[in-house]
Every structure is written in C-alpha cells, then in structure tokens.
C-alpha cells in the first residue's frame, strides 16, 4: 500500500495498523530498528497522532513494535526459541540476578575481516565485519567491557539497530540465528589506562579475560567475543560431567 492510500472504510487505526505491518512483512521497516514518529506517520496519512497511537499501541501489544520513551518505536518481528542454559548473554544473567543491565557504546563500526577473522568466520578477507566495543552495567556499576566481530553478511541492517534497546540474542532471534554451542576460554590480564577508567579499576588490577566463539545450529561461527569482567564482580561455576 503506498503512502495516504488509507481507504476510509473500517477504524482508520485498523487500516493503518494493517500498512504498519505490511511494511514490515515486506521488510521496509527492519527488525530493530525505528518506525517513522507518530507525528511523522500522522502527518504521511492525514490522520491525527491519537489514531497513530492506537494502530501502535495494537501492535505494541502483538509483539510486533515496542516503545521505548526518549528514543522511539521499534520493530521487534518474529522470535525465535533458545536453551538459554546453555548461551547467556549479559543481558540475561542480569536479569536472572534481579538487576538491572545497561550498555553505554563505546564504538561500534564496520572493518575487513583480515586473515585471523576471514580464517574464523569462513569468509573472504576483505569481506565486512561488524566491531563492537561497549561497556556494561549492573545497574549503575560497570561491570565488564566487551568487544564484539559479527559477519556483516549474518545482520546486514546491524548499523541501523540501537544496541541500547535490543539485546544481541535479540537480533540474532530478529535473523532467525539460532545459537547452538559456544567454546569460551579464560585468562587473567590487566586493562589499558583508557579502560581501566571506565571500570573504575586501577591499571595493576588484574580483570578476567573471556574469549568466546559461538555457533549456530548449521556450525557456522556466528560471532567473537573479548570480554574483560573485573574480578570482584563476578563469579562463574563449571559444571563438569562425565
């Protein structure tokens, strides 16, 4: 349906409801990112924001948007199952713990792969990856920093989605991505001054040192991960089985 083709024959929030949806059915409105404003959608169709409002407010309750005050109107789409007692996010430990996870971004762009992550993703070398570095926060204490390679060829809207309102298990859910195994290795460093400072740790401090490869079920390594977690915030427990 182009745009002020709303037909005035049934509730106008219904009709606009429906042109919502459509557009993200047919994938102009991606998974995690913005629709247009309620006032930029009123003023497209002739229609006031009270009646924008209820068509998103329908599929707010669908699942199909979500509203986060100050940033916007989000395509959320279709989601996928996972064993999440396998693959946990921070976003998800956090939440297990009753607190309150944050991210502040501290850099996120798009880069050749190189040898080292061509050889590991089983791509070209001069093919795109996305590089993400952000803090994380339990509640107002930050507790790690972590640096994130995803194939841009995986998610090839991820510069268009706000990392501060999806999780990244939620967009790979939005791709249909679904996380099979992870091997994670763990080693004892110490941080450079710059991110020292944003953990709020002395530079002789040592930090824990997690690096993990993840896979989806079709084996192919979906993402990298460094994540450097200060020692008097965490702690991990392995379950060995034999």
């Known amino acids: 349906m182009d745009e002020k083709e709303i037909i005035y024959t049934s509730p106008i929030y219904l009709q606009l409801r429906?042109?919502?949806?459509?557009?993200?059915?047919?994938?102009?409105?991606?998974?995690?990112?913005?629709?247009?404003?309620?006032?930029?959608?009123?003023?497209?169709?002739?229609?006031?924001?009270?009646?924008?409002?209820?068509?998103?407010?329908?599929l707010t309750k669908e699942g199909l948007l979500r509203s986060v005050q100050g940033k916007g109107i989000f395509v959320v789409g279709k989601k996928y199952q996972r064993n999440l007692d396998i693959l946990e996010g921070f976003t998800q430990v956090m939440k297990s713990k009753n607190a309150s996870p944050k991210f502040k971004i501290l850099q996120k762009n798009t880069r050749q792969a190189g040898k080292l992550f061509a050889d590991l993703f089983s791509i070209k070398e001069d093919d795109e990856i996305y590089y993400i570095k952000r803090t994380c926060y339990d509640n107002i204490e930050p507790v790690s920093i972590e640096e994130l390679f995803i194939?841009?060829?995986?998610?090839?809207?991820?510069?268009?989605?706000?990392?501060?309102?999806?999780?990244?298990?939620?967009?790979?859910?939005?791709?249909?991505?679904?996380?099979?195994?992870?091997?994670?290795?763990?080693?004892?460093?110490?941080?450079?001054?710059?991110?020292?400072?944003?953990?709020?740790?002395?530079?002789?401090?040592?930090?824990?040192?997690?690096?993990?490869?993840?896979?989806?079920?079709?084996?192919?390594?979906i993402e990298f991960t460094r994540s450097y977690t200060r020692s008097g915030k965490s702690d991990y427990s392995v379950d060995f089985r034999i």
Do not use: W
Not at 18 to 28: L, P
Not at 35 to 53: D, F, H, K, Q
């Open 18 to 58: 429906e042109v919502i949806r459509t557009k993200i059915e047919e994938g102009e409105y991606q998974p995690g990112m913005a629709i247009p404003s309620e006032n930029e959608l009123a003023e497209t169709y002739g229609i006031n924001r009270m009646t924008v409002r209820s068509a998103i407010e329908a």
């Open 151 to 221: 194939p841009e060829y995986l998610v090839p809207k991820f510069h268009g989605i706000d990392l501060t309102v999806f999780s990244i298990y939620e967009i790979y859910e939005f791709y249909g991505i679904k996380l099979e195994k992870a091997i994670q290795t763990l080693d004892i460093t110490k941080l450079n001054p710059r991110d020292a400072k944003i953990l709020e740790e002395d530079e002789d401090a040592p930090v824990l040192l997690f690096e993990c490869i993840s896979y989806d079920e079709k084996g192919r390594v």
